[in-house]
Every structure is written in C-alpha cells, then in structure tokens.
C-alpha cells in the first residue's frame, strides 16, 4: 500500500504533468469509484463478497464536479491522500488506497499497460495537449472524492486527519497519543494522530529511532517522541528522494517505480540480521500488522 512517500512522488510527477493545463473530458467507467459532495456519508458502497447492498441509484456526476472545462492550479497532498485543484476552485480528491494508481500518457502515448488491459482503468480525463490521466485502480480499496472548495477539502474530506508526517513533531505525537494504552506503533499507524504513515515507515522510523513497536505509547517520555518525530522525518524526506518503496501496483504518474526498497533496514526482513548489531531481526504480528524489530536495538524495556 502507497504511503507518503509514494504518494508525494506521485503528486509531483502528476503535478509537472497536469497543472497549467485543462481537461477537456472525462470518461467515468465506474461510477462508484467517485464519491460526490451529494452522495450518502461515505458515497456508495461497492458490493463486494456476494454481499447484497440496497443502495439508492447513483445519479450522474457533473462533468465539472471532475474538473472538465477546468484549469489545473495545484496538485495538494495531506498524508496519503491527493488532490486536483481547477481555477474554479474546486478540487477532486484521490485516494490510493492499495492498488489506485493514477498515470498519464503525453499526446499519442500509450498509457503503459496493465496485464489485464484496461477493464480497471475506471475514470480517463482528457488533457486539452492531447493527452490522458487515468485513475486505475483493480482492487478499489481507493476512489475519488469531489469537493466545491479547498476549504471543504480540507474541513470535509480531510478533516479526521491528524498532521502531516513530514510535519511530525515531539509536542505534536505528546499531544495527540502521549496518553494512549495503545502500543506506539498502533499509534503511528493511526491516520487521526499522524497522516501518511503506514507499516513499512513505521517500522523503519522505530528501529532508527531505537523504540521497541509493543512499547505502550503512554509509557515513552519526551525524548524517545523527539527522537520518534525526527526519524519519522527523516526516513519520509529519505525515501521521497528515492522516489518511493518498490510495491506491487505502485508507480508514480509516468509508470517509474520507486527504489527505497534497497533502503529498508527491518521491513520485510523479518529472521535477518539486525543491519547495525547482528542479532536475529524479530517478525510478529502487532496492530494487525506484520512489524519486525531487533529485540536488541530496541529493547522492551
Ligand atoms: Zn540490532
């Protein structure tokens, strides 16, 4: 799954494709991938699992709600989530989720291929240079939001997020989970206190940061949060530089993978030596995440 890093190289490869330029239509496969200002709380719910949903008819979405007619001004991000901003003011906001990728092909490109084609290519804008942004998606664990303004972007759509992550702060991790029973890993997982942290950064900012993941979050003292918000940062602002993590389903807006994967010292290591000391690298299950650490590194207590 995309986290910040991923999802900030995306925003800047979609930016340096589509700001400054207007869409001039959409074609929408998928109608319940999209989730406009006038839907029900939560838009539609996708029928998945054989399970049987009555759900009123989505009506139509307006061609502007998606920006057609409108000009690019700014492509924002807050934690792992983006959005498209036209002069209109109005903004469409996208959501990853596991597999959402959104891509674009300059005029007469082929947008790069999916091995199933294209029966997930879900929503297709046309660029007023010829040119196409797909948003793709086959596990629809993501979908789009439609907002009239920035500010219900930020008030509506995003306003059960904490801070950005890039933002991390000691006061702001003690503010917001200082108190918590929950184990601090639990908590950096959690997007209401830090936005765009998922597992892979987690464990990598807790191992440099020499805190054990299982340890309760209100137990840590000022310090180990300074140094948990530090390395927050520092392995986000790492990993941006190299483009992202290499995932499955994840490329940045011209199909790049990313390369931090080399980068890792504990995710997806589990049963390997610990790169700064040797011992045996631990792997369990926590917060209903794979997390692995060096029980010496990172001692309980
Ligand atoms: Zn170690």
Redesign the pocket.
Known sequence: MPELPEVETVRRTLAAEVVGRTFRGVTVRRRDVIATELDPAGGFSRVRGGAELVTPRPARVPKAALLVGDRVVDVLRRGKQLAMVGASGRAVAVHLGMSGQLLVAGAGERLKEASWGDAHDHVVWRLDDGGRLVFRDPRRFGGLKTSPSVEHLRNERWSALGPDALEATCEGLQERAGASARAVKAVLLDQTVLAGVGNIYADEALFRARVNPARLARELDREAWARLALHVRGVLVEAIRAGGSTLRDYTDARGHAGTFKASHAVYGRGGEP?L??G?VLESALLAQRTTVW?H??QPLR
Do not use: E
Request: charged share 0%; with cysteine.
């Open positions: 610990c700064a000391c011992a060096c010496a590194c």
